[in-house]
């Protein structure tokens, strides 16, 4: 007579190996449960937060000054909620990243423009007054 530690368990089925069974259970949970957690949440957050960067750009000026990067902007962010749209979320969130990023740079380029037109403005001041300085400071005849 053989010493088995293990007992034999027969399922309905007929099946002896009852171990077996729930390893292959444990492995497809696992794999489903691995699945499911590695799929990329919607990325509405960001959505949001490229929208808004967008909107800021357009108020600071980014159209006039930053017509280009204004223009891609818009269209990775409406490329964007297409891709939320048809569920395809890292594509989602790529687009909405990009769009953030360009609105970021019309947006600077537009303090940029803004910064010079002032610049601009103060020189011409400044050549005004000493203009305006030395025709005063020269004797008159």
């Known amino acids: 007579m053989t010493s088995n530690c293990r007992p034999q368990v027969t399922t309905p089925g007929g099946h002896r190996d009852v171990r077996r069974l729930a390893q292959a259970t444990l492995v497809l949970c696992t794999a489903?449960?691995?699945?499911?957690?590695?799929s990329t949440p919607p990325p509405?957050?960001?959505?949001?937060?490229?929208?808004?960067?967008v909107s800021h750009a357009v108020s600071a000026g980014g159209a006039d000054y930053?017509?280009?990067?204004?223009?891609?902007?818009?269209?990775?962010?409406?490329?964007?909620?297409?891709?939320?749209?048809?569920k395809d979320?890292?594509?989602?969130?790529?687009?909405?990243?990009e769009a953030q990023v360009d609105a970021q740079?019309?947006?600077?380029?537009?303090?940029?423009?803004?910064?010079r037109k002032a610049?601009?403005?103060?020189?011409a001041d400044q050549r005004v007054?000493?203009?305006?300085?030395?025709?005063?400071a020269k004797p008159t005849q």
């Not at 990067?69 to 048809?86: F, G, T, W, Y």
């Not at 007054?129 to 005063?136: P, S």
């Open 32 to 38: 489903a449960f691995a699945a499911a957690c590695a």
């Open 44 to 53: 509405t957050a960001a959505v949001a937060v490229s929208a808004a960067a």
């Open 66 to 86: 930053a017509p280009v990067e204004m223009r891609a902007a818009r269209d990775k962010l409406d490329r964007a909620n297409l891709a939320m749209a048809a």
């Open 89 to 97: 979320y890292d594509r989602a969130l790529a687009l909405a990243q």
């Open 105 to 115: 740079v019309a947006e600077a380029k537009a303090d940029a423009g803004k910064a």
């Open 119 to 123: 610049t601009d403005a103060l020189e």
């Open 129 to 136: 007054l000493r203009e305006e300085l030395a025709r005063k």
